[in-house]
């Protein structure tokens, strides 16, 4: 699962982005991504409809957290929606999670207050290298892709869960905050598992009209998931140096009118060093941060 579940939600392959905020305060949500959650200090809802090709827009499917405990029909036609054909997003946002809101509020603030005002306790969770269980990333002088993050294996903090030698053993800077995305990631857990229940349901049904097996033969979705060692999730706070809009066209017509070659600006460019680059502390210069699980 990609949070997938992506912040979080029970997620595809698809890399699409859906969360955020509602009128009222927190939604009780988990959904594809979270991308921004944080912004001023206010939850933001986020668009994930991409236009058709008659014009029109499709919506990503929601299913109720406890409609899906139940598999009812109406659940499995929302999730064939969801996953299956040549529109299909291949994710869902699963809405309705009793407290979730709270939760994700909870921990993405945990998650910031260690990136950026908790110098002991990145001390105390440093992971060996930014691969491993734990804390990584030095706030105001990431350029890497991972930047500073937080590293943990869900399936080993979850109820019954046990370290798995080969992931390494999750630290945590304090036990409350091991409780606090504990609390987060368990029922991100739960509804990953329902999802893949009910798509085991969908499978064997198609595979049944097309004469082929599925659980028959051992086949199962839901098993793949519950017997699985390892699921990492990652807190991720964002601290690129280098701005996110896209600004070469725009350059590329200065430059010309100023008679320069773009071809001179790439040369230039490589001249810069990473100390030149003005940079600032993630979640406060940029007010981006997100949980993957």
């Known amino acids: 699962m990609s949070m997938l579940c992506r912040a979080l939600g029970v997620a595809g392959r698809r890399p699409l982005r ?57 659940v499995l036609n929302q999730l064939r929606q969801a996953f299956v054909g040549p529109k299909a997003f291949g994710a869902v946002a699963v809405v309705n999670i009793p407290n979730y809101g709270p939760k994700l509020a909870k921990a993405f603030r945990a998650g910031v207050d260690l990136a950026l005002a908790d110098p002991a306790g990145r001390t105390a969770a440093a992971a060996v290298s930014n691969t491993y269980p734990g804390w990584s990333g030095t706030p105001g002088q990431e350029t890497h892709p991972l930047q500073s993050s937080f590293l943990f294996n869900t399936k080993e903090v979850i109820p019954g869960g046990k370290t798995d030698p080969y992931f390494g053993k999750s630290i945590f800077p304090s036990q409350e905050y091991r409780s606090t995305f ?36 051992g086949r199962s979705l839901l098993r ?67 949980m993957r699980t």
């Open 182 to 217: 504990v609390d987060l990631v368990t029922p991100m857990h739960d509804a990953a598992l329902d999802v893949l229940r009910a798509c085991d349901a969908i499978v064997e049904e198609d595979s049944q009209k097309q004469g082929l097996a599925w659980s028959s033969e």
């Open 18 to 74: 859906s969360a955020g905020g509602r009128a009222g305060g927190w939604p009780q949500v988990a959904s594809v991504g979270t991308g921004r959650p944080f912004l001023g200090g206010q939850p933001r809802k986020f668009c994930a409809k991409p236009l058709l090709g008659d014009g029109g827009e499709q919506s990503i499917v929601e299913v109720d957290f406890h409609e899906l405990k139940k598999m009812t029909p109406e």
């Open 224 to 290: 793949l998931a519950a017997d699985g060692p390892a699921l990492a999730s990652r807190f991720i706070c964002y601290d690129s140096g280098f701005t996110r809009e896209d600004n070469l066209l725009r350059e590329k017509d200065a430059h010309k009118k100023n008679g320069q070659s773009l071809a001179n600006e790439h040369v230039e460019a490589e001249k810069i060093t990473i100390s030149q680059v003005t940079k600032t502390a993630g979640h406060a210069g940029d007010g981006l941060a997100s």
